[in-house]
């Protein structure tokens, strides 16, 4: 017989397993076997919790032969236990007859999972391991008692709550630039994260400092940020204080109408001393968190201008200044060129104490229809490695 999800639906029903309205998109992972080949056994979970039902016309209910028929196929048979039929009658205990077929229902005696598989289940926001992080900061709650560990097992009934907790990290050393009701502009150091890589903040970020007096994104791990450096590049960082200042000047960065200018020492140097690079960035499939030029790519252009060259030192200071803000692109770029940025060990520069890549100045115009322009100058590292 055809047997899909809205039959399971029916059959729990009937043996008065379904509280309030349930679907079929409720009934999850269906596998159909055949025991024997007079019968069918189809195993499935409902609310998290397994189920068999053995579709046997020749069982006559009796106990011993439907266990026999469910111990080859499914692990752990040896849990499962039947359950009565509860407008049975004289005949049958168990079995339930539905569209001429004896139907028996077989549930999992263990209503038991591991803590982080449950909170996946019952919430699905976040990942798994994501969840494990929260566990061992003690941010879950298990019948009003703070989680002992990821692999803990409770009872699928059991009251599991997440409490955010705002942990407090050591902050990291910063210039604020400017400030206004709307904005604020800083000189972020290298080493400094833009926001939390997660759900679970692990260190003090950039978002830290706007997240006490920000409305937009304030939920979320990303707090007041519309746009990111990466951890090792330092210099100008732009958060906004509020919703309608983070749509005005979002804008303004998906219309490239913001003006961006960084400096990197890189190691040898171009080819062409001043040039516009227009070439597409993808992701790179064998290395999937990071990025390559590549056909496939998204459009992403540079224009570059060297500075000044120490060929001692085989090193370039190098004016960069991006029209569009692809992911990387202008560490993929300069690798694309044979020229490293020096630190950047992940697209093939030299090792340094830094990545050299600063974020010099952002030319934007404010709420008030003032054009202006922010600027960080270079580190110390930076001039001290440029002295001949």
Same mark, same amino acid.
């Given at each position: 017989?055809?047997?899909?999800?809205?039959? !399971?639906?029916? !059959?729990?029903?009937?043996?008065?397993?379904? /509280?309030?309205?349930?679907?079929? *998109?409720?009934?999850?992972?269906?596998?159909?076997?055949?025991?024997?080949?007079?019968?069918?056994?189809?195993?499935?979970?409902?609310?998290?919790?397994?189920?068999?039902?053995?579709?046997?016309?020749?069982?006559?209910?009796?106990?011993? &032969?439907?266990?026999?028929?469910?111990?080859?196929?499914?692990?752990?048979?040896?849990? %499962?236990?039947?359950?009565?039929?509860?407008?049975? /009658?004289?005949?049958?205990?168990?079995?339930?007859? &539905?569209?001429?077929?004896?139907?028996?229902?077989?549930?999992?005696?263990?209503?038991?999972? *591991?803590?982080?598989?449950?909170? =996946?289940?019952?919430?699905?926001?976040?990942?798994?391991?994501? &969840?494990?992080? +929260?566990?061992?900061?003690?941010?879950?709650?298990?019948?009003?008692?703070?989680?002992?560990?990821?692999?803990? @097992?409770?009872? !699928?009934?059991?009251?599991?709550?997440?409490?955010?907790?705002?942990?407090?990290?050591?902050?990291?050393?910063?210039?604020?630039?400017?400030?206004?009701?709307?904005?604020?502009?800083?000189?972020?150091?290298?080493? +400094?994260?833009?926001?939390?890589?997660?759900?679970?903040?692990?260190?003090?970020?950039?978002?830290?400092?706007?997240?006490?007096?920000?409305?937009?994104?304030?939920?979320?791990?990303?707090?007041?940020?519309?746009?990111?450096?990466?951890?090792?590049?330092?210099?100008? @960082?732009?958060?906004?204080?509020?919703?309608?200042?983070?749509?005005?000047?979002?804008?303004?960065?998906?219309? $490239?109408?913001?003006?961006?200018?960084? %400096?990197? !020492?890189?190691?040898?140097?171009? /080819?062409?001393?001043?040039?516009?690079?227009?070439?597409?960035?993808? $992701?790179?499939?064998?290395?999937?968190?990071?990025?390559?030029?590549?056909?496939?790519?998204?459009?992403?252009?540079?224009? &570059?201008?060297?500075?000044?060259?120490?060929?001692?030192?085989?090193?370039?200071?190098?004016? @960069?200044?991006?029209?569009?803000?692809?992911?990387?692109?202008?560490?993929?770029?300069?690798?694309?060129?044979?020229?490293?940025?020096?630190?950047?060990?992940?697209?093939?520069?030299?090792?340094?104490? $830094?990545?050299? @890549?600063?974020?010099?100045?952002?030319?934007?115009?404010?709420?008030?229809?003032?054009?202006? =322009?922010?600027?960080?100058?270079?580190?110390?590292?930076?001039?001290?490695?440029?002295?001949?």
């Amino acid at each position: 017989m055809k047997f899909d999800s809205s039959d !399971i639906i029916t !059959i729990l029903q009937k043996f008065n397993k379904v /509280d309030g309205d349930s679907f079929p *998109r409720d009934i999850k992972s269906i596998q159909r076997l055949k025991p024997h080949d007079k019968n069918v056994l189809i195993t499935f979970v409902f609310k998290g919790k397994k189920y068999a039902i053995l579709i046997d016309n020749s069982a006559e209910d009796d106990d011993e &032969y439907i266990y026999s028929q469910i111990t080859s196929h499914i692990s752990g048979s040896d849990g %499962y236990q039947l359950v009565n039929n509860p407008s049975s /009658d004289d005949f049958l205990t168990f079995g339930l007859p &539905y569209k001429g077929k004896d139907c028996y229902l077989l549930e999992s005696k263990s209503d038991k999972k *591991r803590l982080d598989i449950l909170l =996946v289940e019952k919430f699905g926001k976040e990942s798994r391991s994501t &969840y494990q992080k +929260m566990i061992t900061a003690g941010q879950v709650l298990v019948d009003g008692k703070i989680a002992k560990n990821a692999k803990q @097992l409770v009872g !699928i009934e059991s009251n599991v709550k997440i409490e955010s907790k705002q942990q407090k990290f050591t902050p990291i050393k910063y210039e604020t630039i400017y400030e206004d009701d709307d904005i604020i502009v800083i000189n972020k150091p290298a080493g +400094m994260l833009t926001h939390a890589k997660g759900a679970i903040a692990e260190e003090f970020t950039a978002a830290d400092i706007v997240k006490p007096i920000t409305n937009y994104k304030a939920d979320t791990n990303r707090p007041g940020i519309i746009h990111r450096l990466d951890r090792n590049t330092s210099g100008v @960082l732009l958060m906004m204080k509020n919703s309608d200042a983070a749509s005005k000047i979002q804008k303004q960065f998906s219309q $490239r109408t913001v003006k961006k200018t960084y %400096y990197a !020492i890189v190691c040898g140097t171009p /080819d062409q001393y001043k040039a516009f690079i227009d070439l597409p960035i993808e $992701r790179n499939p064998s290395r999937p968190s990071t990025f390559r030029v590549g056909a496939n790519g998204k459009s992403a252009q540079t224009s &570059y201008e060297v500075e000044r060259s120490i060929i001692k030192k085989n090193i370039s200071l190098i004016k @960069l200044q991006p029209k569009t803000g692809r992911t990387h692109q202008l560490r993929v770029h300069m690798q694309y060129l044979n020229t490293p940025i020096l630190g950047d060990l992940v697209y093939g520069g030299k090792p340094a104490e $830094r990545m050299f @890549l600063h974020a010099e100045s952002l030319e934007v115009t404010l709420l008030s229809g003032e054009r202006k =322009v922010f600027k960080a100058p270079l580190p110390d590292e930076f001039n001290q490695l440029m002295d001949k």
